[in-house]
C-alpha cells in the first residue's frame, strides 16, 4: 500500500470514517449514519475512481436519506400504536443529556431510560411504567437497528463502488 498515492489515502481515510459511523450508530456520541454518507462524499470528491464515483455516491445518498427516514417513521408509528406520548420520550431525552455529563460511556443510556422510566410512572402509575418503558425501548432499539442497517448498507456500496472503479 502506497501512502504517498493520493487516491489511496483518500480510500484509506474513507474507510476509516465509515468504520466511525457504524461505531457511531452504537456509541451514542457520534452521528453514525451522517458520518458514514460524509465519508462516501468524501471519498466521491477527492478520490480518483472515475465516473463511476458519483454513482456510488448517488447510491449510497438514497440508502442514508432513506434510513434516516424510515428510523423515525417505523418507531414512531410504533411508539403512537403503544400510546406512549412525546412528553415521556422527551423527559427521556433530557435525562439522557444530564446523564451523559455525570457517567462517562453509559450514562446517555441509563439517563434516557430514567427519564422515560421516571414520566411513564407519573402518568400512568408504579405498575404500568416498566411495561410501557419497554415498548418505548423497543422502538428505540428498531430506530437503532434500521439506522445501524443503513450505515452498513452504505459502507457495502462503498466497498463495491472501490472495488469495481
Partial sequence: MDL???????????AVVLLAGILGVVIPV?????????AVLFWALLGDAGTGRWVVLALATVV????????YLWPGKRLKSTGVPTSSMLAGGVLGVVGFFVV???????????????????????GQAWPSTREALG????????????ALAVAVIW???LLAT
Fill in 159 to 161: 466497498v463495491f463502488g
Fill in 4 to 14: 504517498t498515492d493520493s487516491g489511496t489515502t483518500v480510500s484509506l481515510i474513507t
Fill in 64 to 71: 442514508a436519506a432513506g434510513g434516516t427516514v424510515v428510523k
Fill in 104 to 126: 462517562p460511556v453509559v450514562g446517555l443510556v441509563l439517563g434516557f431510560i430514567l427519564g422515560l422510566w421516571l414520566a411513564e410512572r407519573v402518568r400512568l402509575g408504579p
Fill in 139 to 150: 422502538a428505540v432499539g428498531l430506530s437503532l437497528l434500521v439506522e445501524f442497517a443503513a
Fill in 30 to 38: 457520534l452521528p453514525g449514519l451522517l458520518l458514514c454518507w460524509l
